[in-house]
């Protein structure tokens, strides 16, 4: 059991051991790569100092590094500063000086003889503080001992002149630190610009194109933040060097309300509100910096870096509690990337601007990488929004061109239907007339002879005038068919009259008098077609019922409003008549077929009918209810 145990864990024990050693083998090369294990550097932060301007004051000691915009705010010109190089770098194969900062023109001396020159007085590089600076020092200059190195700045108030610490000693130690400190300030530089600048023009391409402020915000600031990065690059000291600079420093104010608004934007909550903050931001900002500029006043630039930095810290707390309100995975990357940025920003400012060291680069430059990130995600995000909207949208249109099928086949379905019913009733029409002009005009015919042989045929005039009722009837019935086929709606009064126009003459020639009642109130009553013909049926059924058995002399019709509803009548006087002539006469019976039909027309259209005597004859009465009136 042990030693099964053993041979378990002797696998993992021996790869540790060989890790261990890789570690090792790679620390060893890191170190003698950077520097070698003989290499000499020394950095010296002691300086005797002497100004132009007073050449006859003594030295004075200074502690390096030495920012002149903290030390000696209003020294401008000339100061040399005199060092004591160890006798430790005579021995070295190759010596040199490593300065991370110095400017804006310097020259350096090494026991008395100049070995290196950048700039002129006259014209002063207002940025050459920004780049470190190697100098090698030749080996025939150097003395086995009490070697000095004086180092001559000019600079003018404003343009952070000052000198950092200086590293003496072997070029093979010197070189790495120059590289790295030459990549950090210099080529890390471009990069930043070169990239800021793609991303710049990239946002403003897609805000043209997709008309969003967003991206446009996002592009201006990075554009300003391009510019930042490679202006300081140009060491140029020609006249308008003061304006440069200037803009610089007020550049960073419009760089911080641009990537602020592109912020708020993407937070959706870029109101009018946050643009008259930022706007009134940019106001003061451009206040302080000129102030600044006109007096020189560094506490000024002091106060609007802080003031820079308590807005972004503000934006950070902002976007953190929106994060947390509305649980929004977008707004807490944007307050990491943003919180990740006031650090930054509050590193350089406690660094240059409150502990002035000028041996300090700034880190503030490389914090854009965050922020092209955030943007990279939104675009990734934007993309993919669009590709799902897309899809969306493809999805909706396919559905709607079904729906709009579905609808036109709907239309056509109703347009074939509407033409079947119009070739019906063309066909229809087409009967109405050939039973108009064939069996009506035959009717017709019929009864004109059955008048003339009830004028020759004094034997058979009885039944000749029957067959003439009954001529009439069928001619009355004929016509009756033929407006129940009509389809448009008319007025119930005017079907009424047409009904009397036809009926009149049949009882005239019973020897009844027709009186006609249409209140004013129902003149313009309206009923569905199919309805009318109901109604008219009913009437024309009580009128012959009065003409062949009612032996009256007067019948009355009368149409009338009844609250929302009408009521039709028709009264004779049958029984009245038949009351005085013929005491014993029993009322005419209602079991027949054409009260039946009567009662059942009067269901179909939902109507109240009574049949039966009344105080002065016979009546019909018809009470058509509200909802089928108009």
Known sequence: MIAAGRRTAAPASWLQRWLRRLLLLAWAAACLGVAPAHALSIELREAWLREAARPDAPEARVSLPDPWEHTAPSRAGSASYRLQVPDAVATTARPAVFLRRVGNVFRVHLNGHLVREVGRKQHPLPNYNQEPVYVALPPSLILPAGNELVIEVTGEPRREAGLSSVWVGDADALEPMYRRAHDVQVRGAWMIAAASATMGVLGLLVAWRTRQSVYGWFGLANLIWAWRAGALQVNDGRWWAWLLQWAFEFSYSLFIAAMGMFLLEMARRA???????????????????????????????????????????????????????????????????????AAV??????????????????????????????????????????????????????????????????????????????????????????MHDGLGGRLVGAIALARQLQQHEAPARALVGELRQALDDCLVELRLSLDSMDTEPRCLSEALAELRFRVEPSLRAAGIRLVWNLRDDAADAMLPPADTQQVLRIVREALTNVIKHAQASVVWLELARRGHGLELTVLDNGLVQRAAERPRTAPLPGGKRGLANMRHRAEAIGAHIEIGPHPEGWVVRLTLPAGRCR
């Open 345 to 434: 920003g509050a590193r350089d400012w406690i660094v240059l601007r409150l502990l002035h060291d000028y041996n300090a680069y700034t880190w503030a430059r490389y914090v854009i990488v965050v922020l092209m990130v955030v943007m990279a995600w939104r675009l990734v995000e934007d993309y993919g929004r669009t590709l799902r909207e897309l899809r969306d949208a493809n999805r909706h249109l396919r559905e709607a061109v079904e729906a709009k099928q579905r609808e036109l086949e709907q239309a056509f379905e109703a347009q074939r239907a509407i033409e079947r019913r119009q070739a019906a009733t063309a066909e229809r029409d087409r009967i109405l007339r050939e």
């Open 271 to 341: 109101t009018s509100s946050a643009r008259r903050f930022f706007a009134g931001y940019v106001w003061v900002s451009l206040a302080l910096s000129l102030t600044h500029a006109a007096f020189n006043v560094p506490v000024m630039r002091t106060v609007s870096l802080g003031l820079t930095l308590a807005v972004a810290v503000g934006m950070t707390l902002f976007l953190a509690s929106i994060a947390w309100r509305e649980r929004d995975r977008g707004a807490a990357l944007l307050a990491a990337s943003v919180g990740l940025c």
